[in-house]
């Protein structure tokens, strides 16, 4: 069916009052739930919050950690030049999701047309905290058919600006520009190398791993 369609399905089968995304091969540390649901509830004009995320390889270590923007405004501006929110990692009210849903036309950039909508409802934010471990390599989803997938990751952004109201920065115009020549002219394999030393932070604890941690990964 697809990320988006199989997403959907499990959107309408919800009965709770929120709903947490997590990937299959990710790991999300004890309390993420909890701290969550208390920052959305502390923080009603916020309809979706992620965290910040620590990266791990193939074997379950910590190669790394990606930071995101905790206030709203950041995370608005950064929506031009990439997601604001770790997409696992979000957390949003069942209501407000359920109004939107996602588009299974947007394979791999049904995330960012998402945020785009749930901007008609709030605004978007991260907790500070490390919350989740996301295993990324090479061939992992959203990093394989990279032009294919940065031609939907566009489209997705153009959506945003003509349908959605999003008004973008000078920056943020710039850097979709920058995105594409590197995409077009360089190996993907470049292109996520390039992406990673960007985006990804070197790990200050080089030798830890998962079994550094007491809690059963694959739980969501």
Not at 27 to 46: A, C, D, G, M, Y
Not at 47 to 62: M, P, T
Not at 115 to 139: T, V
């Amino acid at each position: 069916m697809g990320v988006a369609a199989s997403l959907n399905r499990a959107l309408r089968q919800t009965q709770g009052d929120y709903v947490a995304r997590m990937d299959a091969d990710d790991v999300s540390l004890p309390r993420r739930f909890e701290k969550q649901i208390k920052f959305l509830q502390k923080n009603p004009w916020v309809v979706a919050a992620g965290c910040q995320v620590g990266v791990i390889n193939q074997r379950g270590e910590l190669t790394g950690y990606k930071s995101f923007p905790t206030e709203p405004k950041n995370c608005y501006q950064m929506l031009m030049l990439t997601v604001p929110i770790k997409h696992p990692t979000l957390m949003v009210g069942a209501k407000t999701i359920k109004k939107y849903f996602y588009n299974p036309r947007m394979k791999t950039a049904e995330d960012w047309e998402l945020y785009f909508k749930l901007l008609q409802s709030g605004e978007l934010a991260n907790i500070s905290e490390m919350l989740y471990f996301y295993r990324q390599y090479f061939g992992s989803n959203g990093f394989h058919e990279l032009r294919k997938a940065f031609g939907l990751t566009v489209r997705a952004r153009l959506k945003g600006i003509f349908k959605y109201g999003y008004r973008p920065g000078v920056l943020g115009v710039i850097g979709v520009i920058g995105e594409a020549i590197l995409v077009w002219l360089l190996p993907e394999k470049w292109v996520f190398k390039i992406f990673s030393f960007l985006r990804v932070k070197k790990s200050p604890f080089p030798k830890l791993s998962l079994t550094s941690f007491r809690f059963a990964p694959g739980v969501s």
